[in-house]
């Protein structure tokens, strides 16, 4: 619920305009930072979820690494003060010129997807006269029973390098001498909100752990990915994701010796403190009667809906306490017939003018911003 002042604050500001709550963000890190640390692990934050370069630097006053999936985010991570022993970096087609730039910064590892991926970046270093630390991305192969299209840890998807091949080219892994693999690395997808999926993750880490130490390889990090979900329903019940019970889950069933766990969260630590604010400018029925409101925001500033047909939770901010409720399709200004932030979605009765609220858009929102239709691309302001 925002504060009346911030309401009357964001009555004078162009719209469509990214909200963000440092309190619940530095609430967040806190709660994510004190439970890691009862078992000594290591997090990373997935800037992928949100750059934002006044989130970035409270990020960093915590004992958070980053996780990149891009040179330009290693380059975004780096100017943003993280140590380069503390990024992570995966991805299964990283470019060359990323890989170069990734092994001259000599960041804590590079996550690698693919054989053909530990040739070129083994030969690359060679050029570079480099030894390069390495984590081996598999593939666990696990339903992470999330959205099918942010599900990256099964048997069919792009991402990781499957166990059939590790153990076909586990020799061939051994011998290059411009690598030196330090530990494995899983991520099963995201939003993952069914929390005993992780315990199949963890029987499945300790099988790959277990095989990769029996035939010879010094893991010290196992990286278990992010994924954990947030409630994109009601997030007033629930701003801040339990980390604690997703480190008890992992701490019970991941048996990986002396190695140190790390994790790569970036939806549950930055998608609640944030809220994507738009102003209704029109409302009109169609010929069926579909009422709808249409707002000045779209599927260019949160794409999420459109995408991927993601729920978000939306309120009037603007609408008295005692409006009534009617049903609305809230879409946006976009060319685009699947730009629709909410369907059939019980709202206070608005009229133009009226500020909503779309809730939850802390994690890529903004970060997954276009330019379409030559939208500028949105501001942010910070309720500190
Ligand atoms: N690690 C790796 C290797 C990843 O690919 C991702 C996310 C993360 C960590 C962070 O996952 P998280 O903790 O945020 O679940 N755009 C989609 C989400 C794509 C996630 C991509 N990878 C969405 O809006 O739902």
Request: a negative charge; hydrophobic letters at 40%; glycine letters at 8%.
């Amino acid at each position: 619920m925002l504060s009346k002042n911030i309401v009357d604050k964001l009555a004078l500001v162009e719209t469509p305009v990214y909200l963000y709550d440092i309190g619940l963000l530095r609430e967040t890190l806190d709660s994510v930072c004190t439970a890691a640390m009862k078992y000594g692990y290591k997090i990373h934050y997935a800037i992928k979820a949100n750059f934002d370069e006044k989130i970035l630097s409270i990020i960093h006053e915590y004992p958070v690494g980053i996780d990149c999936a891009s040179g330009g985010e290693i380059k975004k991570a780096i100017e943003a003060g993280f140590d380069p022993k503390t990024i992570v970096y995966a991805g299964v087609g990283k470019k060359d010129k990323e890989l170069k730039y990734a092994i001259e910064k000599n960041l804590l590892a590079i996550n690698c997807e693919s054989i053909q991926e530990l040739e070129v970046i083994d030969a690359l270093a060679g050029e570079m006269a480099r030894k390069v630390d390495v984590c081996l991305r598999l593939n666990p192969d696990i339903d992470p029973r999330t959205n099918h299209c942010i599900d990256t840890g099964q048997a069919d998807s792009k991402f990781g390098i499957s166990f059939e091949e590790l153990q076909d080219k586990a020799d061939w892994i051994k011998s290059l001498e411009n690598i030196n693999v330090i530990g494995m690395h899983i991520h099963i997808g995201s939003q993952i909100r069914e929390l005993h999926v992780f315990e199949n993750m963890c029987r499945k880490a300790n099988s790959i752990y277990q095989w990769l130490i029996g035939h010879g390889f010094f893991i010290r990090m196992v990286d278990v990915g992010g994924g954990l979900g947030v409630n994109y329903d009601m997030p007033e019940n629930e701003p801040i994701p339990n980390f604690a019970s997703l480190f008890s889950i992992v701490h019970n069933h991941l048996e990986v010796g002396d190695a140190e766990v790390h994790f790569e969260f970036g939806r549950s630590i930055v998608a609640q403190c944030g809220e994507l604010i738009t102003r209704v400018l029109f409302n009109k029925t169609t010929a069926t009667g579909r009422r709808l409101l249409i707002v000045d925001a779209s599927m260019t500033e949160l794409i999420r809906p459109a995408l991927y047909g993601s729920y978000h939770n939306i309120e009037n901010i603007s609408a008295p306490d005692d409006a009534p409720n009617v049903k609305y399709t809230i879409v946006g200004t976009a060319c685009e017939s699947t730009d629709v932030f909410g369907e059939n979605f019980t709202l206070a009765r608005s009229q133009r003018g009226d500020l909503l609220t779309i809730k939850s858009a802390g994690a890529y929102g903004m970060s997954m911003a276009s330019q379409y239709n030559l939208h500028p691309l949105p501001g942010a302001i910070y309720n500190e």
